[in-house]
């Protein structure tokens, strides 16, 4: 392996620009929920209020992205992406402008619900352009941790930036600036056809070097990447990560507030994402020989024994410091995630498979965001930590339960990385 492997994958002709682009096209993931959460409630005074209209945004996203990705692994990535970048850009602007103005709530949710549904997953579209550029296991495994690695440090700027913005400009301020830039930056990765991976249908021959080491080839599936065994189970872990990321925005915002600095709160969960980029750019440049599945599960219960470290929180300080701590566990926790997607479904099933991850993902934050703002107008913002905590714990039981069936590998699928 190179000295640093790292350049070694982003000097492949166009990978550091496509993973550019996706960069700027999937910030609005980190913006858009705690944009729209500061937005609503400083509009409409209530916490529960925006984090149903968030919650709104992010179903609609997880309902509707896995068949979007499907559409993309059948017809290409610009074809379908396209005009769902023009639908999403008039969802979230008008939600904007509708909050601005004081509309019902109703009226928020039919706007969350088309920008949320019509967006993408950008992290999950890069990621199979990686995995069409490298066909060798070792070197995907550092271009998915690099892309995991991205991941986090969107989750760095977003928030900060998002925060920023709504507390000192203006409350719609960081959903306008999230639009303005993911949709600038998925234009970019959009016109970058050279690196679009091609459209491989159900019925394409399984390349040899996917098989290498594998049992005899087993016709491809043609169902929905959902239905692959082991699939259901990884998607409920990542419901768990979700509740998890969700929860603690929320209650970081309204702990934030009640220590009268809601101006820091984007800071403090910016130190979450920091320590999440730093473990998983050092996860992602060793060549590990364990299981994938046993890695996973290992990383999953470092994950919840770092968040039970809320309990200790007293100040902003000891939050940044606990959220830093609790964020190591989370990009290795991605980078093993994605990883098995691709040894649970068949190549043309990629984008899909990787889309009901991040969307499982989003349903989870969507679930700890509501059950967080319901928690904290009830009892404050350590109540939401409660729930943050319980996300947790609950993606490490999962993810011990699901560990026999995701030890199993199949034909089609990419080999162990």
Request: net charge positive.
């Amino acid at each position: 392996m190179p000295r640093n492997p790292y350049l070694d994958v982003l000097r492949l002709p166009g990978a550091a620009t496509f993973s550019a682009a996706g960069f700027f096209a999937r910030l609005p993931m980190s913006m858009v929920g705690i944009s729209t959460v500061l937005m609503v409630q400083a509009l409409y005074g209530s916490y529960a209020t925006a984090g149903r209209v968030s919650a709104v945004l992010v179903v609609a996203q997880a309902v509707v992205a896995p068949q979007i990705a499907r559409l993309v692994d059948r017809a290409g990535q610009r074809r379908v992406m396209v005009p769902m970048l023009v639908t999403t850009t008039a969802g979230l602007l008008g939600l904007a402008v509708a909050a601005v103005l004081g509309a019902p709530e109703w009226v928020l949710w039919v706007l969350a619900a088309v920008g949320g549904a019509s967006q993408g997953s950008y992290g999950s579209m890069s990621r199979a352009r990686w995995s069409h550029a490298v066909p060798e296991a070792g070197r995907l495994h550092t271009a998915y941790a690099w892309e995991s690695a991205l991941d986090e440090l969107v989750f760095v700027v977003g928030p900060v930036l998002a925060t920023l913005l709504a507390t000192g400009v203006t409350s719609w301020a960081g959903l306008a600036v999230a639009v303005g830039v993911g949709g600038a930056g998925a234009a970019w990765f959009l016109s970058q056809r050279r690196t679009e991976p091609p459209v491989r249908s159900g019925s394409s021959p399984v390349p040899t070097a996917e098989l290498a080491g594998q049992p005899a080839a087993v016709a491809p599936p043609t169902g929905s990447a959902i239905r692959m065994p082991g699939m259901p189970l990884l998607a409920l872990v990542f419901v768990g990560m979700g509740v998890m990321f969700g929860s603690s925005d929320v209650a970081t915002v309204a702990f934030a507030e009640e220590q009268g600095a809601k101006g820091q709160a984007g800071l403090v969960l910016g130190c979450f994402a920091l320590g999440s980029m730093l473990a998983g750019l050092g996860y992602g440049a060793r060549h590990w020989l364990s299981p994938l599945s046993r890695r996973f599960a290992i990383t999953a219960c470092a994950l919840a024994v770092g968040v039970t470290l809320f309990l200790l929180v007293e100040n902003l300080l000891v939050l940044a410091a606990v959220m830093f701590v609790a964020g190591i566990g989370i990009a290795p926790t991605l980078i093993n995630g994605n990883a098995l997607v691709q040894a649970l479904v068949a190549p043309h099933q990629l984008t899909e498979g990787l889309t009901w991850v991040g969307t499982s993902l989003g349903v989870g934050v969507s679930v700890g965001s509501w059950l967080a703002g319901v928690r904290i107008d009830a009892a404050g913002s350590h109540a939401g930590f409660f729930v943050t905590m319980a996300g947790g714990w609950a993606c490490a039981v999962l993810a011990l339960v699901a560990l026999p069936v995701l030890s199993k590998k199949r034909a089609y699928a990419a080999a162990d990385v």
